[in-house]
């Protein structure tokens, strides 16, 4: 992907799995306003069916994009682009979205353009709009050879190569956090067996914290939510964690090897200089950064003897898929 | 890499774990000669010191060489490509090498030059050896995204991105071989566990054939190699496979699971549209490919979404590593 054609003004929208995030992104780059919305929670579990949640989802694109285009002024902007999490083909089509069940299938951009007639709409893979973002003006930069790795209901990856962010045939690269990691391990909504995701994402958090607070490691943040290990979130051990609980700490060590090990992994398939992680959990910084950069160093292959892989936060942090979905809109589909 | 500048007859050497194989190319591509001698073991089993295994499989190499220069009669080629197994950095020295153990570290061009002082040599990965030549003449001519997997004594994948083999930030790209796929799995030579090819390359195959000989599922292959279990090799259930014996289809059949759950990990990541299998295992043809296909249809993420991704015999057979390191001698090393 490149945005050679500047065209002023863009609205980029980020489809995440609890939250729908616009920006309105002037010509030099600079987020000029924004606006969110809750993510619509399909009726159904079946992820291969599409319904009415497609609708649903581009009805809250449409009214972060109604609110960032009466923020344009008087030219409002007329081109949109869509990061959505999942299968994104050439054409823009969410084929397969494990992390937005009922989307399968949808055709964002059309629906979103029947809404306001004079859009210009793409859709592209959300992790793919965060690595453009970063390698524009992010921790990417200058980078010929990197990942971005968005850390939020799933995990998504972006990958550069030779400096550009590449797609795959299909548009399919970077649907990494469905690598198995063990196939033994729990069962994942795209419908197989221990997905990276399942470990590593902020689902995989939670499913971490559960786990410790059943077993009794997490006994005063179990406390401070009433009392039932069901009820641990991922948010109360980021939350714990910065209060320097044991238990808190420990399960971000676990995530931060899990992390390492699907990091360590993409290593051995695309060999990068440099990994920068975003996403809503990649906002935990340096309490997930410590332990996933201690467990990369001892699972990467031939670690001694290769150069030193940087591990990053998102410079952008939560804002760079919006922000890349807003330099996609400006931008030819063709990579 | 490309090999835009072509100098006519060149000699391309694939080192395996079992033999060093050779052959004189022609400037159109045919092999004008083939030689091979087998590969030196080491004396140590630390695959991190460089000692005389480093020159001892430089002077196989030069064995092979002399062969090949001197089949090439009045003027004899003065180029070199190697492909050697593991992680081959840019300036073409093995930085690691879990499966040639003792030559990490080794500069296989010098010690190849100094051995014939008029020799321009270069080394490149074995796998991206083959991808090269299966992207020039054989099953992924044309192929804009594409995958070589060599499965020999340990795993090899070459990749094709955008139509060129994409080498990565360090030259490491396609270590694949060592993806983790059950991190409580058997270890590795590369000192971790669970790594891909402890499952689905020539050497997972003897230790899946021997973990289904001593359950006893393979009564007929342990009395035709004595009776010990711990006799059965991969070679054997090839042969008793080709006869029809049910044991030994159905540790292919294993065999072919494990191969389909890494390639569907890395269909994951870059997204190609054709995968072709080769190295000495790939010899097995449709008795490996066949049940490999039907794990893949399912292992694959979004499969009933999405274009299917053709798996194929490499066209090249054992051959291609040869091939592609005679192409690869041809070019300038940058990519």
Same mark, same amino acid.
């Given at each position: 992907?490149?945005?050679?054609?500047?065209?002023?003004?863009?609205?980029?929208?980020?489809?995440?799995?609890? @939250?729908?995030?616009?920006?309105?992104?002037?010509?030099?780059?600079?987020?000029?306003?924004?606006?969110?919305? /809750?993510?619509? @929670? /399909?009726?159904?579990?079946?992820?291969?069916? /599409?319904?009415?949640?497609?609708?649903?989802?581009?009805?809250?694109?449409?009214?972060?994009?109604?609110?960032?285009?009466?923020?344009?002024?008087? @030219?409002?902007?007329?081109?949109?682009?869509?990061?959505?999490?999942?299968?994104?083909?050439?054409?823009?089509?969410?084929?397969?979205?494990?992390?937005?069940?009922? *989307?399968?299938?949808?055709?964002?951009?059309?629906?979103?353009?029947?809404?306001?007639?004079?859009?210009?709409?793409?859709? &592209?893979?959300? !992790?793919?709009?965060? !690595?453009?973002?970063?390698?524009?003006? #992010?921790?990417?930069?200058?980078?010929?050879?990197?990942?971005?790795?968005?850390?939020?209901?799933?995990?998504?990856?972006?990958?550069?190569?030779?400096?550009?962010?590449?797609?795959?045939?299909?548009?399919?690269?970077?649907?990494?956090?469905?690598?198995?990691?063990?196939?033994?391990?729990?069962?994942?909504?795209?419908?197989?067996? #221990?997905?990276?995701?399942?470990? *590593?994402?902020?689902?995989?958090?939670?499913?971490?914290?559960? &786990?410790?607070?059943?077993?009794?490691?997490?006994?005063?943040?179990?406390?401070?939510?009433?009392?039932?290990?069901?009820?641990?979130?991922? &948010?109360?051990?980021?939350?714990?964690?910065?209060?320097?609980?044991?238990?808190?700490?420990?399960?971000?060590?676990?995530?931060?090897?899990?992390?390492?090990?699907?990091?360590?992994?993409?290593?051995?398939?695309?060999?990068?200089?440099?990994?920068?992680?975003?996403?809503?959990?990649?906002? *935990?910084?340096?309490?997930?950064? &410590?332990?996933?950069?201690?467990?990369?160093?001892?699972?990467?292959?031939?670690?001694?003897?290769?150069?030193?892989?940087?591990?990053?936060?998102?410079?952008?942090?939560?804002?760079?898929?919006?922000?890349?979905?807003?330099?996609?809109?400006?931008?030819?589909?063709?990579?």
């Amino acid at each position: 992907m490149s945005d050679a054609g500047r065209v002023g003004a863009t609205i980029g929208v980020d489809i995440g799995g609890t @939250q729908v995030h616009g920006v309105l992104l002037g010509g030099d780059g600079a987020v000029l306003a924004e606006a969110r919305v /809750p993510t619509p @929670q /399909p009726e159904t579990d079946d992820v291969a069916v /599409p319904d009415a949640a497609g609708h649903d989802v581009a009805e809250a694109v449409l009214a972060v994009v109604r609110e960032l285009r009466a923020a344009g002024g008087a @030219q409002p902007p007329r081109r949109v682009g869509i990061g959505a999490p999942g299968m994104v083909d050439r054409e823009g089509i969410l084929r397969f979205a494990p992390n937005l069940p009922g *989307a399968s299938g949808a055709d964002l951009g059309g629906l979103v353009s029947e809404g306001i007639g004079d859009l210009l709409v793409d859709v &592209e893979n959300d !992790a793919n709009c965060a !690595a453009l973002a970063e390698r524009r003006f #992010g921790s990417l930069r200058d980078v010929e050879h990197g990942m971005m790795v968005t850390l939020g209901t799933g995990i998504g990856v972006g990958l550069v190569v030779g400096g550009r962010v590449e797609i795959g045939a299909s548009g399919f690269a970077g649907e990494a956090g469905h690598m198995i990691v063990d196939p033994a391990g729990p069962p994942c909504p795209c419908g197989r067996r #221990g997905c990276w995701e399942r470990y *590593a994402s902020g689902g995989g958090l939670g499913r971490l914290a559960r &786990e410790a607070a059943y077993a009794g490691r997490l006994a005063h943040v179990v406390a401070t939510v009433g009392g039932d290990p069901e009820n641990v979130h991922g &948010e109360d051990i980021s939350t714990a964690a910065l209060g320097g609980d044991e238990g808190a700490l420990g399960v971000l060590d676990e995530l931060g090897w899990w992390l390492a090990l699907g990091l360590a992994n993409l290593v051995t398939v695309v060999d990068p200089e440099r990994i920068a992680i975003g996403g809503g959990l990649g906002e *935990a910084g340096h309490l997930l950064l &410590e332990p996933t950069r201690r467990a990369f160093g001892a699972l990467i292959e031939g670690g001694p003897f290769r150069p030193p892989i940087e591990v990053v936060g998102a410079a952008l942090g939560e804002r760079a898929g919006a922000i890349g979905a807003g330099l996609m809109a400006r931008a030819d589909r063709s990579p």
